[in-house]
């Protein structure tokens, strides 16, 4: 996985997540390097797809508040900010 991170020319080692999903969208992984080494997170749904944005370009940026709501299986886009 780090390989693809370097591949898309971004540092594998800046401290950033990277988040990898599976094609059905009902796994997930997420990886990052905390300084001592890399840290893998994986999750999978049984019955269920996790919500994604639309993907273009193979690439998207969330908020922490996206990515917090994606992995807790919630449907981040129904959710709006209150002022």
């Not at 944005?53 to 209150?82: M, T, Y």
Request: hydrophobic fraction near 40%.
């Amino acid at each position: 996985m780090l390989s693809l991170v370097r591949d898309a020319g971004n540092d594998p080692l800046s401290g950033t997540l990277y988040v990898f999903r599976a094609k059905r969208a009902h796994r997930v992984k997420i990886v990052w390097w905390d300084g001592s080494g890399v840290c893998l997170y994986a999750r999978r749904l049984e019955k269920s797809q996790f919500c994604w944005p639309r993907i273009g370009h193979n690439r998207v940026q969330l908020s922490h508040a996206q990515l917090l709501l994606l992995i807790e299986d919630v449907d981040w886009k129904r959710f709006v900010r209150c002022r």
